[in-house]
T-cell receptor, first 112, second 116 residues
Framework: GEDVEQSLFLSVREGDSSVINCTYT??????LYWYKQEPGAGLQLLTY?????DMKQDQRLTVLLNKKDKHLSLRIADTQTGDSAIYFC????????????FGTGTRLKVLA | GAVVSQHPSWVICKSGTSVKIECRSL??????MFWYRQFPKQSLMLMAT?????????EQGVEKDKFLINHASLTLSTLTVTSAHPEDSSFYIC????????????FGPGTRLLVL
């Protein structure tokens, strides 16, 4: 079945880089996403990558995809206290309803 | 752009009453809307997928008579929790998929439901 796993917690110092990891099991996934959720709020789309790409960079965010190992990562450069939140990865297939399967979420805490 | 609103943002109700939650796409047309449920410190679980003008498709284990979904227009979907019980207390989040962009979902801010 489909399963998306993430580590539960990550703590970094302000100014350092953060790397949040995600593994998935469905090799037919077409799109892989990163969402940010702040306390009591909905999800904010940060970025997404097609499965035929290895890397995507958007300002402080870098997404790396290792399709062979089914591993996705999100690197946040120069992490700020405002980056403290829960980060979810998700995957979907380019068929049917394109429904998302979400990961378990990683709680990022940025220490001043 | 791509704003999705939910109303109400939070609601407290007595056991046995019904609660309606609205999800609106404010600046785009949404051919499909999704309803999720999130328990504290957990991930989002998809409850159902609704397409404008047709019946919703429910995920396995979700009672369609308990969670009524209506998607009457390209900008509005509603979720009604019927005869709510304390175990229905949760954070309900909707998302909307823009026309022509099937790979993208924009999420609402969520509705926190507390059933006493």
């Amino acid at each position: 079945g489909e399963d998306v796993e993430q580590s539960l917690f990550l703590s970094v110092r302000e100014g350092d880089s953060s790397v949040i990891n995600c593994t998935y099991t469905d090799s037919s996934s077409t799109y892989l996403y990163w969402y940010k959720q702040e306390p009591g709020a909905g999800l904010q789309l940060l970025t997404y990558i097609f499965s035929n790409m290895d890397m995507k960079q958007d300002q402080r965010l870098t997404v790396l995809l290792n399709k062979k190992d089914k591993h996705l990562s999100l690197r946040i450069a120069d992490t700020q206290t405002g980056d403290s939140a829960i980060y979810f990865c998700a995957e979907s297939k380019a068929s049917g309803t394109y429904k998302y399967i979400f990961g378990t979420g990683t709680r990022l805490k940025v220490l001043a | 752009g791509a704003v999705v609103s939910q109303h109400p943002s939070w609601v407290i109700c007595k056991s046995g009453t019904s609660v309606k939650i609205e999800c609106r796409s404010l600046d785009f047309q949404a051919t499909t809307m999704f309803w999720y449920r999130q328990f504290p410190k957990q991930s989002l679980m998809l409850m159902a997928t609704s397409n404008e003008g047709s019946k919703a498709t429910y995920e396995q284990g979700v009672e369609k008579d308990k969670f009524l979904i209506n998607h009457a227009s390209l900008t509005l979907s509603t979720l009604t929790v019927t005869s709510a019980h304390p175990e229905d207390s949760s954070f309900y989040i909707c998302s909307a998929r823009p026309r022509g962009r099937p790979e993208t979902q924009y999420f609402g801010p969520g509705t926190r439901l507390l059933v006493l």
